[in-house]
């Protein structure tokens, strides 16, 4: 499990893997949702990744690669503990 | 499935929801009655709360099982599928995912007669079922919200909602 601290995501471990911060302050009705589920972000024309159909270990390598990678994430995610 | 809840963040005035189940001759005060608009509404089905399920019956093995569709998204990232070659339908049907125990019944709001267009208020318990959340194969009702005052009527404030996803 995750946890998430304000906006920042842990491991279990502690390691800090990603800070959630939109600059431009996107909600749900900026993402147009693509048929294979993945998002696309219209202010910034990139793809962001839809926490709901990810594994935690699928999530933590991409994360690792790119910081920067932006993601939705639904508080009813269990991958998710919010601290 | 639970509802979701947001709090009185902005400590709005609330307004008092009163269902059919807990009416009684002695519910409303005539003080109620004077000071208040009484906005009776019934509780009929929303469309967004439908979503399909099926039966599957595996030409093999014979088990039947229920699912949402022949591809699913299941827990943690996996995907299942039920191929047509390996799956037989039996039966594809509609849940309804929303609040069924108040349908075809009626409840009202009291708003206070000194509202002013454009108020916001905060409504403990909502009428009716509004999305507020889709997660996996769920929709989540909205428990509470707020609603702003037109006049007529309390129109919910549904980008309240948003604020239970996290995107950056």
Same mark, same amino acid.
């Given at each position: 499990?995750?946890?998430?601290?304000?906006?920042?995501?842990?491991?279990?471990?502690?390691?800090?893997?990603? @800070?959630?911060?939109?600059?431009?302050?996107?909600?749900?009705?900026?993402?147009?949702?693509?048929?294979?589920?993945?998002?696309?972000?219209?202010?910034?024309?990139?793809?962001?990744?839809?926490?709901?159909?990810?594994?935690?270990?699928?999530?933590?390598?991409?994360?690792?690669?790119?910081?920067?990678?932006?993601?939705?994430?639904?508080?009813?995610?269990? !991958?998710?503990?919010?601290? | 499935?639970? %509802?979701?809840?947001?709090?009185?963040?902005?400590?709005?005035?609330?307004?008092?929801?009163?269902?059919?189940? %807990?009416?009684?001759?002695?519910?409303?005060?005539?003080? %109620?009655?004077?000071?208040?608009?009484?906005?009776?509404?019934?509780?009929?089905?929303?469309?967004?709360?439908?979503?399909?399920? /099926?039966?599957?019956?595996?030409?093999? @093995?014979?088990?039947?099982?229920?699912?949402?569709?022949?591809? /699913?998204?299941?827990?943690?990232?996996?995907?299942?599928?039920?191929?047509?070659?390996?799956?037989?339908?039996?039966? @594809?049907?509609?849940?309804?995912?929303?609040?069924?125990?108040?349908?075809?019944?009626?409840? /009202?709001?009291?708003?206070?007669?000194?509202?002013?267009?454009?108020?916001?208020?905060?409504?403990? %318990?909502?009428?009716?079922?509004?999305?507020?959340?889709?997660?996996?194969?769920?929709?989540?009702?909205?428990?509470?919200?707020?609603?702003?005052?037109?006049?007529?009527?309390?129109?919910?404030?549904?980008?309240?909602?948003?604020?239970?996803? !996290?995107?950056?």
């Amino acid at each position: 499990m995750l946890n998430i601290i304000d906006k920042d995501i842990y491991t279990e471990k502690g390691e800090l893997i990603k @800070t959630i911060d939109c600059p431009k302050k996107v909600s749900i009705k900026d993402l147009r949702k693509d048929k294979d589920k993945s998002l696309y972000c219209n202010n910034c024309e990139k793809t962001i990744l839809d926490t709901e159909y990810m594994s935690e270990d699928n999530l933590i390598k991409t994360l690792k690669k790119d910081k920067n990678t932006c993601l939705k994430i639904s508080r009813l995610n269990p !991958m998710f503990r919010f601290v | 499935m639970s %509802d979701i809840e947001i709090q009185n963040n902005e400590n709005l005035r609330v307004i008092k929801t009163i269902r059919e189940k %807990d009416y009684n001759r002695y519910s409303l005060s005539a003080e %109620d009655r004077d000071k208040n608009y009484l906005i009776t509404k019934t509780i009929e089905p929303n469309e967004d709360f439908f979503s399909r399920r /099926m039966v599957l019956q595996n030409y093999k @093995t014979g088990e039947i099982i229920k699912v949402t569709d022949r591809k /699913m998204y299941v827990q943690y990232g996996e995907e299942v599928n039920y191929p047509y070659e390996q799956w037989k339908e039996l039966l @594809t049907y509609q849940i309804y995912q929303g609040s069924k125990k108040d349908l075809y019944t009626w409840a /009202m709001y009291l708003v206070p007669k000194d509202a002013k267009n454009g108020e916001r208020f905060y409504i403990e %318990d909502i009428i009716g079922d509004i999305v507020a959340e889709r997660f996996w194969s769920g929709i989540y009702r909205a428990k509470n919200g707020v609603g702003i005052w037109n006049g007529k009527d309390l129109e919910i404030d549904e980008s309240l909602y948003e604020e239970t996803f !996290m995107i950056g």
